[in-house]
């Protein structure tokens, strides 16, 4: 049996009093918020998703605790590597809530021009470099734009988040050992969240811990309770300090469980048990933060009832808001794949745009 | 006059990463072996000892490991010259190079445009067999977002990989190691750069154009000579460049020859002739005088012992013309 993971929170909301300060009560409470917030946007994206308004998504509900513990360890111009699920972070990083949105609808606003699938976001003004779906490929990025940071004297310290599935890949393998080889100031997150779409742990490593593996790779390791924000913090925090210092990666497995379906294209209830999920629901990271506020004094449940309301009339108004944005325009199809539009891609777009001139019906009807 | 020497494709190809050191503080190297040993071919040799072990580098031995790291440091403001021992090794880094730096532009709406350089040698010739012969320039021409440029003399090599060094795209530079000692030319000391899309027309004819780059310029050359012999008058063009490729120049010739030719040491099946072929035929259909073709490496795996009959051979290429130019 593995060692039990490193946790702060006791079940009655209380903590040990060495951890009292790890955060202040006003950043305690913006992660509430922030935590707040998330779930009110992934229920309401997941009802436009089955409503046939947005055409994917993909919930982060019960890890928002090592999303925004983590993302609130850093400085705002720390990049941080996403994987996609990890609503929290952006939320923390103070992302625009439009900007998010516009994104997932992929109209003319969005930044990425209606390029990606929902959740593969990316916003370069806070750090937030560009999410792919093949998974791992933004792990020897972090490694690279780490090593930048030291050789340029920037002072940068890059967070990657990963699934625990993704712990199988090559980039996996070759990031650490990368990272551990050049001693680069980077910090990778494992949200281990049990199961890689309907894949259980238990296929993707023999092993018991991943964390152990930082060890084969010269990295520190810690394995801890992903749905403890206080250990999340803690954990990470002290493993960007390490690394912002001159001492190096750490890898940090954060255990903690995907509540919803994998995606919107998803049905967990042919692969996992509601046993399994209500033992879970008992460990939800915002009922434990939530009760460690009250039991500081800090928050009430008329106090969690009135953000939970602000942040839903916010979301309703912007979601009304950026469905109104159009698609965006025919052109952007053509741009941005080279500094310069290639003579072959050219002739291709104005062999289509003869065909769009041709037609008599509005281009808004092409299959 | 400014200051010139006889160098060969190695050289030339060091002094321009020298003058990119020198005159980019963000320029890094890195790859297997680069470093303190200046790389199994020595193109970056003594560059470490100049710049410095953390601006030049040997990584892990791991491809994807390597252009995923360098697409990173491009990210954070650096600009790096990646070097992969081999093209046939480049395969583990194919979905770093496929689906991250060929879409990282486009994808992010250019919100971010790493750029790299990735150098690797490329082709036959030096009996290197299954997994030191290969000529991957199809898989990489295929992929909207990367620039995949070919080189095919010392003078050349050194302004190509400058104009690469400087471009905003990420580059897949492909140096045909068959010719990396193989001559000499004169090749200018100062910083120079070569436009990174244009052919070149390096014989003229009216008979038949021949289409060749890299290695295969050589052949192409020898071919047409031969042809000369048979009273065979051949246009010979250098591609330089077949992603993107300047099928402007290759159709003005076509409409002056009717005929046109290519030859590429990549199996013929879905290789880069078939491209220039259905986008020739596609602009000059009314001007062609006989079927456009190919010659190519065949449909196999590269072979060892018997490479002399999988490249494509001066005296083939002529072979191939007489049946074009007698259609």
């Known amino acids: 049996m593995s060692q039990p993971p490193f946790a702060i929170l006791n079940e009655d909301g209380s903590c040990p009093e060495e951890f009292g300060e790890l955060l202040e009560d006003e950043a305690l409470l913006r992660a509430l918020d922030t935590m707040i917030l998330n779930r009110v946007l992934d229920e309401r994206f997941l009802k436009l998703q089955r409503q046939g308004r947005l055409g994917f998504y993909m919930t982060s509900r019960g890890e928002e605790a090592t999303t925004i513990g983590s ?11 996403l994987s996609y699920r990890e609503l ?21 606003r969005d930044l990425c021009r209606g390029r990606q699938m929902p959740v593969h976001y990316c916003y370069r003004e806070f750090a937030i470099p560009s999410v792919s779906s093949p998974v791992g490929t933004q792990l020897p990025h972090a490694c690279g734009f780490a090593y930048a940071a030291k050789l340029r004297g920037t002072g940068h310290v890059t967070l990657a988040f990963l699934g625990e599935g993704t712990a199988s890949q090559g980039d996996f393998h070759t990031a650490l050992n990368f990272a551990g080889v050049f001693h680069v100031p980077a910090v990778y997150v494992i949200r281990n969240n049990g199961y890689a779409i309907s894949t259980p742990e238990s296929v993707q490593t023999a092993a018991t811990s991943l964390a152990g593996r930082a060890e084969g790779y010269g990295l520190r390791g810690w394995r801890i309770d992903g749905n403890d924000l206080l250990a999340v913090t803690n954990a990470v925090g002290e493993a960007v300090e390490r690394a912002r210092g001159g001492e190096g990666p750490t890898l940090i497995e954060a ?11 998803d049905d967990p209830s042919s692969y996992r048990s509601d046993e399994e999920a209500a033992r879970w629901q008992q460990l939800d990271p915002l009922a ?39 698609p965006p325009e025919l052109e952007s199809l053509f741009a941005d794949v080279t500094a310069e539009m290639t003579p072959q891609l050219s002739a291709q777009r104005e062999a289509y745009l003869r065909f769009v001139a041709s037609r008599e019906t509005d281009f808004e009807d092409v299959p | ?26 320029a890094v190297i890195l790859g297997e072996d680069v470093g303190h040993f200046g790389g199994v071919f020595r193109v970056t040799r003594g560059l470490q000892q100049k710049y410095g072990s953390e601006r030049v580098f040997d990584t892990p031995l791991a491809e994807a490991g390597i252009v995923g790291m360098a697409l990173g440091m491009a990210l954070g403001g650096l600009r790096p010259v990646v070097e992969i021992q081999f093209a046939d090794f480049i395969y583990p880094a194919f979905d770093q190079i496929v689906s991250e730096l060929a879409k990282y532009r486009y994808r992010s709406g250019a919100q971010y445009a790493p750029q790299l350089v990735i150098r690797t040698p490329y082709g036959g010739g030096i009996r290197g067999g299954l997994y ?28 190509l990989l400058l104009a690469a060094c400087a471009c905003d795209d990420p580059v897949i530079f492909l140096e045909p190691k068959r010719l990396y000692r193989a001559s000499k030319a004169e090749v200018p000391d100062e910083y120079y750069t070569l436009p990174l899309d244009r052919a070149n027309v390096v014989r003229s004819g009216v008979d038949a154009t021949l289409v060749a780059y890299g290695a295969m310029l050589a052949v192409a050359r020898e071919a047409a000579m031969l042809a000369e012999g048979e009273g065979y008058d051949v246009e010979v063009i250098d591609l330089v460049s077949v992603a993107p490729y300047d099928l402007d120049c290759v159709v003005r010739s076509v409409e002056k020859t009717g005929r046109m030719l290519i030859v590429h040491e990549a199996p013929g099946s879905c290789g880069f002739g078939g491209e220039l072929m259905a986008a020739v035929q596609e602009r000059a259909f ?9 010659v190519t490496g065949h449909d196999t795996p590269f072979p060892y012992t018997l490479e002399a009959h999988y490249l494509p051979s001066a005296e083939r290429v002529a072979f191939e013309l007489r049946r074009l130019v007698e259609y």
Request: net charge negative; with cysteine; charged share 25%.
């Open chain 2, 132 to 159: 030191h012969s290969q000529s991957p320039e199809a898989y990489f021409a295929h992929t909207p977002g990367l620039r995949v440029v070919i080189p095919s003399d010392p003078y050349q090599a050194k302004g």
């Open chain 2, 286 to 294: 009314e001007r062609l005088e006989a079927p456009l073709a190919r």
């Open chain 1, 88 to 108: 929290g972070a952006l939320l923390h990083r103070g992302v625009p809530l439009d900007a998010i949105l516009n994104q997932y609808i992929g109209n003319n």
């Open chain 1, 71 to 81: 993302a609130l360890c850093l400085n705002p111009d720390d990049p941080i590597f």
């Open chain 1, 288 to 326: 434990r933060l939530g009760r460690h506020a009250r039991w500081r004094g800090i928050c009430d449940d008329e106090r969690e009832r009135a953000v939970f309301r602000g942040c839903e009339e916010r979301v309703s108004a912007l979601v009304a808001e950026c469905e109104a944005w159009p």
């Open chain 1, 255 to 265: 255990l903690t469980y995907r509540v919803g379906a994998h995606s919107t294209a």
């Open chain 2, 1 to 26: 006059m400014a200051e010139a020497r006889q160098q060969n494709m190695i050289e030339a190809l060091n002094a321009a990463l020298d003058l990119q050191l020198g005159r980019e503080p963000g």
